[in-house]
């Protein structure tokens, strides 16, 4: 994959049937925090509610046609599973299982992560968590230059886990850019 094709982008509610395609495969959502969406209205509400408020909720894209979900969480926006100082964000993504193994997953998180930095000056670590299960997720995080930090088990209700999930911890230090 040509990396000038990949870009990240705020959604648009034109996205919606280009959401609709990968954020409605259960590959893709089972392993994050969301359920999956199943009709168009569904992915619309999904862009309006949840992304378009949150400036580092963006679509990846290739060609400009959304692909995939990458998003940034910082303690002053949300209080999910994130550390409770104001030095650490949390970052993860999804992607269109037709473009797994390209490495646009990693491509996208390499272009976030100087400008996470930039726009919180404060922030001095970025934490991705990967489902245990998620192989896949590990390698890109670590190609990405992430580096593993801690295994965390939760418990409660977790989809198809059941009640119990075991989660990677992995960061990328401010130094390490």
């Known amino acids: 994959m ?6 990240l982008r705020p959604f648009r509610l034109t996205d919606a049937d280009d ?7 259960v590959r893709v959502t089972r392993f994050i925090r969301w359920d999956t969406l199943t009709t168009k209205e569904e992915a619309l509400s999904f862009i309006k509610e949840v ?3 949150q ?3 963006l679509s990846i894209c290739i060609d400009d046609r959304s ?5 940034v969480i910082h303690p002053a926006m949300s209080d999910c599973l994130q550390e ?17 193994g390209q490495g646009i997953a990693t491509k996208a998180l390499k272009m976030a992560i100087p400008q996470v930095f930039n ?23 670590e190609k990405a230059g992430f580096h593993y930090e801690r295994s965390l088990t939760l418990h ?3 989809k198809e886990y059941g009640n119990k999930v075991v989660l990677v911890v992995y960061n990328l230090l401010s130094t390490n850019i």
Do not use: M, T
């Open 2 to 7: 040509d990396s000038s094709r990949i870009s």
């Open 19 to 25: 959401i609709l395609l990968w954020a409605s495969d």
């Open 51 to 53: 992304c378009i408020p």
């Open 55 to 57: 400036p580092w909720y």
């Open 67 to 71: 692909i995939g979900f990458l998003w």
């Open 84 to 100: 409770k100082v104001n030095e650490a964000a949390d970052i993860g993504y999804a992607i269109a299982v037709e473009y797994w």
């Open 119 to 141: 726009d919180f000056p404060q922030i001095v670590k970025i934490i991705a968590y990967a489902v245990l299960e998620n192989k896949a997720s590990h390698r890109v995080l």
């Open 156 to 158: 409660g209700d977790f």
